[in-house]
């Protein structure tokens, strides 16, 4: 008798040791979060402790080279991924949908949610001070695990570091830990669709 794996959840974690990529994204996303007074104003509306242009800015790549830069790094990576998932995808890629920067203050966090319509999510670490706090990943299956005992695998906490690149499909819960770093942590986040 054997026991097998079926199904198994895939987590993509690389980095990406750019010095000048990560300066001028740097640089990018703290202008982005001084100018971009929509961001700011739906940031402030919706509790999010910092800034995020997640529902301000739409044309990252287009508006700014340095996230033109980051796009054609993120694309190889998104292919390298899904052909380890090996997701059929009939000959086509792809494609970035959305893009967003997050600038998460001290004591910043994010809940659990996952991303609708989309194929694969990530994040791209731009700047992680010390105990900026770790990604959460939940078991997809811990809505259906009913009378199960626990396992200690239930969650699974992803420490990124400044270059590191995280992917998941987009249908994984996760959640960010609440940062007790005393300097902002910054991040772009995004999704794939087919």
Not at 114 to 124: D, K
Not at 140 to 169: C, H, N, Q
């Amino acid at each position: 008798m054997t026991s097998r794996a079926l199904f198994p959840t895939l987590f993509y974690d690389a980095a990406i040791y750019d010095a000048a990529l990560l300066d001028d994204l740097d640089a990018s996303c703290r202008a982005l979060a001084q100018e971009d007074r929509a961001g700011r104003a739906w940031s402030k509306e919706h509790g999010y402790r910092g800034y995020t242009s997640y529902a301000s800015l739409a044309d990252l790549p287009q508006r700014d080279p340095a996230f033109a830069d980051l796009k054609r790094v993120l694309d190889r990576h998104v292919a390298a991924f899904a052909r380890d998932l090996q997701l059929d995808l009939a000959g086509r890629r792809l494609k970035l949908d959305s893009l967003w920067v997050n600038v998460m203050k001290p004591g910043g966090t994010h809940s659990g949610h996952l991303h609708p319509h989309s194929v694969v999510s990530g994040t791209f670490y731009v700047a992680v001070p010390e105990g900026s706090g770790a990604l959460k990943l939940e078991d997809p299956r811990l809505a259906m695990l009913m009378a199960a005992p626990t396992r200690p695998d239930t969650f699974v906490y992803a420490e990124p570091k400044a270059g590191s690149i995280f992917l998941w499909e987009s249908w994984l819960r996760h959640e960010v830990m609440p940062s007790q770093a005393k300097a902002e942590r910054i991040s772009v986040s995004f999704n794939y669709r087919w």
